[in-house]
């Protein structure tokens, strides 16, 4: 299994400009998450799913969307990036009933 | 909401040494997780660990539910070890990890 993957590792952005943050995972967990981890913080989280077709959102969602059409996948959106957005994203899934969090390998953003 | 604190916020060993990183939270909980992420950013889960003890080679985690407090123990640190250390909690419907602000550790030659 090649667990939770994620692309791009690293993008730069001009303030305005929009861009989908990829998120793929095999392990055929129903819940997945978008957090994002400020420098020297824990993570927030900014949108979850708990199986096809439902999202909600987290802490921060503003400035994102997400959409979840299939198990495998949670893309994240930006629209209209913003410099508070530099960050580093990282998208997570678990089982049901289990606690357990598999993390992906982060997309560092920077918005310029 | 559930607060997590965690305590050095930044520790210095020498390799071979040991060290226990502390996890408090404000709340009663019974799913505490133990997260490494190392100097290139990847989070990896160490333990879940809602209480009790667990060991895994030189690492092991306590749990004190009742005394809402958590233990990371390292011994003989490598400089492999290096990285933040999270605690973090689930909280809510969604499970969100609720994540404490880390323990910083260098582990030099």
């Known amino acids: 299994n090649a667990g939770v993957t994620q692309t791009p590792k690293f993008r730069i952005l001009k303030i305005g400009q929009s861009m989908t943050l990829q998120c793929t995972q095999d392990?055929?967990?129903?819940?997945m998450y978008w957090y994002r981890q400020d420098p020297g913080m824990g993570l927030k989280l900014i949108y979850y799913?708990?199986?096809?077709?439902?999202?909600d959102k987290g802490e921060v969602p503003n400035g994102y969307n997400v959409s979840r059409s299939t198990t495998e996948d949670f893309p994240l959106r930006l629209e209209l990036a913003a410099p508070s957005q530099t960050s580093v994203y990282f998208c997570a899934s678990r089982e049901g009933g289990r606690e357990t969090q598999y993390f992906g390998p982060g997309t560092r953003l920077l918005v310029l | 909401g559930i607060q997590v604190e965690q305590s050095p916020p930044d520790l210095i060993l020498q390799e071979g040494a040991n060290s226990t990183l502390r996890c408090n939270f404000s709340?009663?909980?019974?799913?505490l997780q133990w997260f490494h992420q190392n100097p290139w950013g990847q989070l990896i889960n160490l333990f879940y660990i809602p209480s009790g003890t667990k060991q895994n080679g030189r690492l092991s985690a306590t749990t004190v539910a009742t005394e809402r407090y958590s233990l990371l123990y390292i011994s003989s640190s490598q400089t492999t070890d290096s990285g933040v250390y999270f605690c973090a909690v689930a909280a809510g419907n969604n499970r969100k990890l609720i994540w404490g602000l880390g323990t910083s550790l260098a582990v030099n030659p």
């Open positions: 392990m055929n967990h129903n819940y």
């Open positions: 799913s708990v199986g096809a077709g439902i999202t």
């Open positions: 709340d009663s909980v019974n799913n």
